[in-house]
DNA sequence: ACGCCTTTTTGCAGTGCCTGCAAAGTTGCG
DNA sequence: CGCAACTTTGCAGGCACTGCAAAAAGGCGT
């Protein structure tokens, strides 16, 4: 069913890169694709509450107790995160120039780690119908942003000389993720497309919302 | 050791409207206000990892089945979130005249939720303690709030005239929330510090967050 | 006060998530 | 090969959460 050599990415993630060092290190890449990808699928047939991890596992041939090495909950299985794309995202961010302002650098940086998100379509059509078919996935993906908020809120917040709960620095970071939000809500929309929407959304984001609407 | 008669609105809510009818609306919501009192109140000392169900259920003189009753897991119980809170929001949004552009009907149906939360400047505390203290609840409050979210956003493309996933409302929706946000992580403010970071996140909201920086 | 209906509480039994621990199996390297 | 580091696995167990049916309690008319 699962081909493994097919990207992984999880939602918020991108495809690993590609440079594999050891024959264990290539191990692990696949074994995560693998459960992400066995998670996914089933939960799009037989819904949240109808897939066991117990199944999950078995479909990617490892046992229960190992899922656990790779996620911490189902649910993060079927999102595909991990720490590490976290942590590429807050580099993107570290590697703009010092003297962009915080909503260009973070544009910039979301933008390239959206871009992969949105190329394959198949994939992008399954997601949309977990997340829709499935309310608490919503929460759970919200639950899992919660993190890389935090962390964005935290990098902003020091590009800008303030401490970590400036009110401008929380705005910042967490509407920057609401574009991508929604961005990732919409579906049938080509890759084109959901670039282009997510272009329209920083514009808003930084002209202002006050004249939204009629 | 908890007050019964103590205001019990949750994160998202307000004190429950005094107007109980029967005896069996007053003990409902007498028992509601127990659980999430003691949810709160041992998290707080013990860590949410160190309270079980059955402590809290037994804090509030009632079986832990009974406590499922109420609050569908141990976090909601902490959050004090109720789905009659979320409702009230929505009233709010509702009421307001249909012309005045989202955003302000937005700031103005969150304002008035806002005011009791930030009331109790007790209870804030503690609730930012355990937000903070526990990783995990943040999770569980940002999954919390999608329902709400989801609703908003429902509502606010329905006064645009547009649909569901319609990317303004997304924005509109989304970003109306990170304002709350924004001002609930705000530790050591008076209530009307409060009040000012809130009319301060949706002025900026509303001018754009282009020119925040440097 | 009494009985009747509706709502709420409770106990029970069960499923499944998730964890720590220690044994067994793999990989990397000299 | 042989040792060290790491990963997988099984096992035992705690706890969250659910459905079901019996018991308790509130509401209400007579």
Redesign the pocket.
Known sequence: MSDASAPTGGILTEEQDADA????????RR?RGLLHRAALQLVAQEGL?G???????AEA?????????????????VLGTTPESVDRIIDRLATRPADEPPLASLRAALRETLTPLLSDPELRATRRAVLQQNPSMTDALLGATAGLERRLRAAVAARMGRDADDPDAVLLAGTALVAVRAVLVGGGLSADEAHERFEHCFDVLAGGLGDLGR
């Open positions: 060092c050891g024959l264990r290190e290539r191990k692990k074994t509450a897939v066991t991890v117990e199944r999950i596992a041939d490892v046992s229960p107790r190992t899922f656990f090495n790779y996620f911490p909950t189902k649910e993060a299985a």
